[in-house]
């Protein structure tokens, strides 16, 4: 059983490109959350979607930064114009059922590097 | 949410026990206490979690105290594998889904 996908692993961006981070949740998951971990800081909640819904962005910087989660496919993070302030650790995490009831399991992360 | 407290770090013998210890006294009657570890450059790995009663699984144990304030994670026999911070937190189901993560201790295994 597949855990939490991500890709890519490393990604280096030049400061005014876009990021784009994919995330394949666990199979049988329909719930999806974004992570980010700035060095030597704790994990941020971004976002939480589920297929094709975005339920809670609150975490979420109010511009450059969206999510997706369409029908078919991973669950999208795409960051546009970035800054060197971007780059940090992002981690996707999913669970299966209603979000304050079951267990998130994380990926190994995007790792994104803008210079 | 309850606030946690964890030592900053902690060291241990391969093929020792390792006891971590969490205060959360501040925990309501509907908080789950949770545990999970990031090993150095990996995303966060879930291990165990409990209500009050203790919990077992091929990872690890979890002692939660009868007042349910504090709560120990036991690695049985740790490896140098083993070697990450771990992280306690507490999360009441059914209303915050938002995982924050703290310091948490750092547990380095020696050989």
């Known amino acids: 059983n597949a855990g939490v996908m991500q890709n890519p692993r490393h990604l280096v961006r030049r400061r005014g490109q876009e990021a784009r981070l994919r995330c394949s949740p666990m199979k049988g998951h329909s719930h999806v959350y974004w992570y980010r971990q700035l060095p030597e800081e704790g994990l941020k909640f971004m976002v939480y979607l589920q297929k094709e819904n975005i339920i809670d962005e609150s975490g979420m910087p109010k511009e450059r930064f969206s999510a997706e989660f369409p029908k078919e496919g991973p669950s999208i993070l795409r960051i546009q114009q970035v800054v060197r302030g971007d780059s940090a650790a992002y981690f996707c995490?999913?669970?299966?059922?209603?979000?304050?009831?079951?267990?998130?399991?994380f990926g190994p992360g995007t790792r994104l590097l803008v210079l | 949410d309850a606030k946690t407290t964890q030592p900053p770090s902690m060291d241990c013998a391969e093929g020792r026990a390792a006891n971590l210890p969490c205060n959360h006294s501040t925990i309501s009657g509907n908080e789950y206490v949770y545990w999970y570890r990031q090993i150095h450059s990996q995303g966060p790995q879930y291990i165990i979690h409990g209500l009050k009663n203790n919990e077992t699984n091929e990872m690890a144990s979890l002692i939660i105290t009868e007042d349910r304030k504090s709560s120990t994670l036991i690695l049985p026999h740790a490896t140098l594998r083993d070697t990450a911070v771990y992280y306690c937190i507490v999360i009441s189901f059914g209303s915050n889904y938002k995982l924050t993560f703290g310091k948490g201790t750092l547990l380095t295994v020696n050989p």
């Open positions: 995490a999913s669970s299966s059922g209603h979000p304050g009831l079951e267990t998130q399991y």
